[in-house]
């Protein structure tokens, strides 16, 4: 079984330019997530999905970053003009229903210069 | 406001030997608690987890303890061997992780030969 797969692996981009990330989870589960870890953090969460449905997007900063999870499946996360802050891991988990096989794609890493 | 804390940045300990990571947290809302393993350029990989209902969990050389009165919990890995080296997360949730999980900022384990 394919785990969580996130493309790209590595992106480099100059600041006030635009990025998107893609994130395929896993078969059949409901439940996507977006975190952001930056160099020596803990992954935050930025959003959730259930299904097509954003239930949870307190952290994510609206000016900027945008997200869509189209027909439930795979999700893209954006970000609008990029800043240098943005520089870090952005990492995609799902889930079946709450922790149920929760799993972490290997995650995007962005650098903005 | 952290409200899951490693405070060790990092741990060294010799092969063969017991390595201890440490985890507080403050919000006592959290009732799952679970330990995740990173190596880098990789996503965070599920390790073990607990119930608050439990004190103690065992998976084979790991263990993890819960002290709720203290709002502490310890992973316990042995003998430790070479390939344990890595991040180690501390990760919490409130009712079954469905908002998503509450990460620290991590352990780097070294296990030096």
């Known amino acids: 079984e394919a785990g969580v797969v996130q493309s790209p692996r590595y992106k480099i981009i100059e600041k006030k330019q635009p990025v998107a990330f893609w994130c395929n989870p896993i078969s059949g589960h409901n439940t996507l997530y977006w975190y952001l870890q930056n160099l020596g953090q803990g992954p935050e969460l930025l959003i959730r999905y259930e299904n097509e449905e954003a239930v949870d997007d307190s952290q994510l900063p609206k000016d900027r970053f945008s997200a869509e999870r189209l027909k439930g499946v795979d999700s893209t996360l954006k970000i609008q003009p990029a800043e240098l802050g943005d520089s870090a891991v952005y990492l995609c988990?799902?889930?079946?229903?709450?922790?149920?096989?929760?799993?972490f794609g290997s995650g995007t890493r962005l650098t903005v210069v | 406001d952290q409200q899951v804390k490693q405070n060790s940045p990092s741990l060294s300990v010799q092969e063969g030997r017991i390595s201890i990571l440490n985890c507080d947290y403050t919000?006592?809302?959290?009732?799952?608690f679970l330990w995740y393993k990173k190596y880098p350029a990789e996503g965070p990989t599920f390790l073990i987890s607990i119930s608050s209902i439990k004190d103690k969990n065992e998976d084979g050389r790991f263990t993890v303890f819960l002290n709720k009165s203290a709002k502490h919990l310890s992973l316990h890995i042995v003998p430790s061997q070479p390939g344990d080296s890595a991040v180690y997360f501390c990760?919490?949730?409130?009712?079954?992780?469905?908002?998503?999980?509450?990460f620290g900022k991590g352990t780097h384990l070294i296990i030096q030969p």
């Open positions: 988990a799902s889930s079946q229903t709450g922790l149920d096989g929760y799993t």
């Open positions: 919000n006592s809302m959290f009732d799952y």
């Open positions: 990760a919490a949730s409130v009712g079954g992780g469905a908002d998503g999980l509450t």
